[in-house]
């Protein structure tokens, strides 16, 4: 049990004394810490007896480490793919610690955090990459967390900045012929890359790792995808990894409509000195095609919003459209092409009208087709 020691009024230093043992019987290191207030003493002692039984005790000196020495320790430890490795030692080293880097790993509050959110607002961050520096900082401190070097998480206590998904314009979507000039100029080795993310909804990365094994009649299985990462701190080069949001061995099936099936000789798609290409590759590719082209702004993602419009508008479920786009959560395709569900729509139109239409008068019209502000409107 904790000890409260009153060293008198006559004492040197301050006058109450906790001594208490940290969680690990007899053998455990004791410790002590001065308060002026007999109070502030009696709070202390009770809270740490709390803690012990509770199995919630923080060492006092685990988190007295600068945030940047931890994120360096956190980094060599943490078991992520070498894309997530990537992106979290980049966040930290190029957006957070330029501003807490020097703070105690303990010192960091929410409001921190919050102040963190506001300047990346002010220096323009879009909403999708203030998110995912979110994440980088979450998990960093969750990991302090879970190991009892801070008690709670700041970056979960601290209030989020709104992220909401923007749903996508069909009407700024390339036509059908655009996507067919763009794949003539992008010339014959990627041509047929931008064919099959239009025609079955992938990503830049799983196109380039498909491969002619992938093609079956009617079923197009994607097993991997090409990255970019520098193997945490080594060489950057372009490899082969798990597809997004799954595991080494995992796949994702997508409809292969009849159209792309004779483009499976031309996979995997390998650079001139028969290299897996950088998804930039493939970008920059684009971008001097449209450029040429003459044509709006497009990118390669729009290739996958085409192919999520014309399934959706066509009564393709979204449920099977999420899964097929390999989305974490429908509630993400939902956000983003809900609005595209036609059925849905035609749906409620011919719900109400069978309900309303034998009560709302068939001669009920208005008399003029405007009416001015504050005018009568004469019914007849």
Known sequence: MAKIIDKGAD????????????????????REKSFDRKRDAVDFA?????????????DPDAGKVTLRVFVQEW???????????????RIWRLHVLPQLGRKLLSQVTAADIEKLYNLWRAQGAEPNTIESRRIALSSAFTHAAR???????PAKEALAPEHHIVPVDERALPSLEEVSAIAESIGPRLGPAIWM?????????????????DFDTGMLRLRRQVVRTNARGGRYAARYAPLK?????????????????????YFPIL?????????????????????RLGMRPYTPHDLRHKWATVTLTNGVSIHEVSRWLGHRSIKVTVDRYGHLTQDG????????????????????????????????????
């Not at 949001?245 to 000789?265: I, M, N, Q, T, Y």
């Not at 109400?352 to 004469?378: I, N, Q």
């Open 271 to 291: 650079s001139e000195s028969e290299t897996i290409p950088y998804p930039d590759l493939l970008r920059k590719s684009w971008n001097r095609a449209i450029r």
């Open 147 to 153: 190991h009892k070097r801070i008690a709670t998480n």
């Open 75 to 89: 980094l060599e430890t943490i078991s992520v793919s070498d894309g997530t490795w990537e992106s979290y030692e």
């Open 345 to 380: 729509r035609e749906r409620c139109r011919q719900v109400v009208s069978a309900v309303y239409a034998d009560h709302v008068p068939s001669g009920l019209r208005p008399a003029r087709t405007c009416a001015a502000p504050g005018a009568e409107l004469v019914l007849g």
């Open 46 to 58: 009770t809270r740490v007896e709390h803690d012990k039984r509770t199995q919630v005790y923080i």
């Open 197 to 213: 993310m239009a025609s079955c909804g992938l990503r830049i990365g799983e196109t380039l790792g498909l491969s002619s094994q």
């Open 245 to 265: 949001h799954r595991k080494e061995g995992e796949w994702r099936d997508v409809p292969l409509p009849e159209s792309a099936f004779p483009l499976a000789p």
């Open 11 to 30: 004492g040197s230093g301050k006058r109450w004394v906790v001594r208490y043992r940290e969680p690990g019987g007899r053998g455990a290191r004791q």
